[in-house]
């Protein structure tokens, strides 16, 4: 099975709606992410904020290892 870093190499769109596609996610709940420290690093081009295969698969990580800890809290 690839890793999820090939997974999100492979074709991605490195915007804020790129992301969101990806993760099913609505631009106001990535801002409310992003304002609760949440959100994976961005970096600016010009006007336009990417963000990077590397910090997406970061990010994913990070929910992983949040969503495992609270698991393992209830149970």
Not at 36 to 47: I, M, Q, T, W
């Given at each position: 099975m690839p890793t999820i870093e090939t997974q999100i190499a492979?074709?991605?769109?490195?915007?804020?709606?790129?992301?969101?596609?990806?993760?099913h996610l609505s631009r106001s709940s990535y801002y409310n992410l992003k304002?609760?420290?949440?959100?994976?690093?961005?970096?600016?081009?010009?006007?336009l904020i990417r963000i990077s295969p590397e910090?997406?698969?970061?990010?994913?990580?990070?929910?992983?290892?949040?969503?495992e800890a609270r698991a393992t809290a209830t149970a």
């Open positions: 492979t074709f991605r769109d490195p915007s804020v709606p790129g992301f969101c596609a990806r993760h304002a609760a420290g949440k959100a994976p690093r961005e970096y600016v081009v010009g006007k910090a997406e698969a970061a990010w994913v990580r990070d929910r992983e290892a949040e969503a």
